[in-house]
């Protein structure tokens, strides 16, 4: 089958650029030092291939990404980092033998995990991203209530999200060094073999974790690869180019493409297109002004690329694996929702 | 049912707001005045009240929207006010009895159509906004072409999109008179009965066309809101606090909500929380800060208010009809996709 042949929007994966990053983060990361984060693609078929490059346990941000992630057969050691409170969801699928971990920062979420079912917990620690993990002076209490309750605590973690993009690159790895002490500080409280944190942003200087969350490294898109990373995009959107005009009152001449908002994560502002500057989307729509006027045509074929993978992502139903127009398989975006 | 048994994150539609929305635009525009746009809810069951309301044509993005709401029994004149070029699956709908009628803007959309099996159009006409539709002095010679080629030509549709939140109001109003003075030439030349146009923003003040294309007006956002229309906002989104936070380093306490990126629509930028101020949204998270310390628990339901309808909505798989926290009904988002 031929990318011709796809119904429009469509997300693209480059393999080969897929494999380059793969191979790339296992060298940088290998085996349990990553615990890939399966938000950025939710694909189960993506994440056999995180295993197969090595790496036995995955990272979830819903409930959702758990169970289908359990249903794929790929449970054998999920980190839920993030606080839930419908944890009976969670306690059939660890009934039924899958291993699920799951964070916990309040009073509140130790309960509703012994209640739900839930046997194992990190410490959810605040490193200085504004949203969840408690402070890291009382972790160790967390912990205790957590033990008191029947649940091994496994270790801590904490995510430097505010860090991820920040630049200057030996800037982002101080900072990430201060934030990792606080994490360390906590785990010295806490105890337990996991001490989990970091991300795409931050695989190569957060060198205090037991292992990485990263997840977008796998797909890239422009926010990512203007913070300095070495790993290519590999995600696209294909388009159809479905109008084409001369310009108006004597303006400038552009192009319409039916990639719009509702195919791509916009929190990161818009899209990109090679050889031409977007102007703005709407829903079904990026209007865009090719650099030579007359080098697009009405049907033409254009590759988008998101400015933010993991939302871009959440969006579509499938994705394609595709060497250039070949297209190699179809993978199902089964990991969405909630 | 109680909406504290919902699964959060979950999109809600207040009845009450919903039946006054569909009532006073019904008002507005009765009957076939109103073609309404399926593109804001995506929800035939949204549409099959708007045709209980008395419009009894829609509009659609899609040729998904199209394929759905034949499905559903609702194919009994579709505008597809949008260009496309896999015009076969809008023939395939049409041969099993569908009326779909299709924009074209360039001899290649009307090429398609003729080739895939459509037999009505409309020549999409630029009024204004960069995007489709062709110079409204080249629309009678696209209406001959068509005819040539077999299509049934049924008028002309003009889309004012640039002007919806245009304030003050009597400005919109002049503005739009401007971009439907061009579409109404653009008529002159093409005949038919068909004279479409206008949306959510323009309803009242688009006083030239035959029929409008709003969908918003039934569910409302922030960003709507603000442009002064006499509609209420009955969609939110339902989700739980998870964790809630003293402050950091002395700062200002927040909470944060299970409501993240993935399930809103970002391009209007934040959603707002009654009384609380949003700090920002992450993949599955809001973080904000409530007007009174101490007032929000872990636990605790929030209703989120999306910055943009149409988007927000395509990210769910259902929608649930509410009064108050009482579930009346489940609507599946079936028109999502492409």
Redesign the interface.
Same mark, same amino acid.
Not at 7 to 10: K, S
Not at 130 to 133: A, N, Q, S, T, Y
């Given at each position: 089958m031929n990318t011709d042949e796809l119904?429009?929007?469509?997300l693209l994966v480059e393999s080969a650029a897929l494999e380059a990053n793969l191979a790339a983060m296992a060298t940088a990361r290998p085996g349990a030092q990553l615990r890939p984060h399966v938000?950025a693609h939710k694909c189960t078929a993506l994440a056999a291939r995180q295993r197969a490059a090595g790496h036995p346990g995955f990272t979830c941000?819903?409930i959702r990404e758990v169970e289908g992630m359990v249903a794929a057969g790929l449970g054998g050691d999920l980190l839920l980092a993030?606080?839930?409170?419908?944890t009976r969801r969670l306690g059939a699928v660890i009934e039924r033998g899958a291993r699920v971990t799951l964070a916990v920062? &309040?009073v509140?979420?130790v309960e509703a995990a012994a209640r739900g079912g839930v046997r194992e917990v990190v410490i959810d620690v605040?490193v200085?991203l504004?949203?969840?993990?408690c402070?890291p002076e009382r972790a160790g209490a967390l912990a205790s209530l957590a033990r008191e309750r029947g649940l091994e605590v496994r270790g801590v973690m904490g995510y430097e999200?505010h860090l991820m993009m920040h630049t200057p690159e030996d800037d982002r790895a101080r900072r990430t060094e201060e934030a990792m002490k606080l994490l360390l500080g906590a785990h010295a409280d806490v105890g337990g073999e996991l001490v989990s944190g970091g991300g795409t942003g931050t695989y190569a200087v957060n060198t205090w974790v037991t292992e990485i969350q990263a997840g977008s490294y796998t797909l890239m898109d422009t926010s990512y690869t203007a913070a300095g990373l070495p790993f290519q995009q590999s995600l696209s959107v294909l388009g159809?180019v479905?109008?084409?005009?001369?310009g108006?009152g004597g303006?400038e001449p552009?192009a319409?493409a039916?990639v719009g908002?509702?195919?791509l994560?916009?929190?990161h502002g818009n899209p990109t297109i090679g050889g031409a500057a977007v102007?703005y989307? &709407?829903?079904?729509?990026v209007?865009f002004k090719p650099e030579r006027p007359g080098s697009v045509?009405?049907?033409d074929r254009v590759r988008v690329l998101p400015g933010h993978v993991?939302?871009t992502v959440?969006?579509?139903?499938a994705m394609y694996l595709v060497d250039g127009s070949r297209v190699l398989e179809r993978w199902p975006v089964d990991l969405r929702?909630?």
């Open positions: 119904t429009t929007p469509a938000k941000a819903t993030n606080e839930v409170l419908d920062d &309040s509140a979420t605040n200085g504004p949203r969840c993990g402070p999200g159809t479905i109008s084409v005009s001369d108006m303006g552009w319409v039916d908002l509702k195919a994560g916009m929190d102007w989307c &709407s829903d079904e729509h209007t045509r009405v049907g993991d939302p959440a969006k579509h139903e929702g909630w």
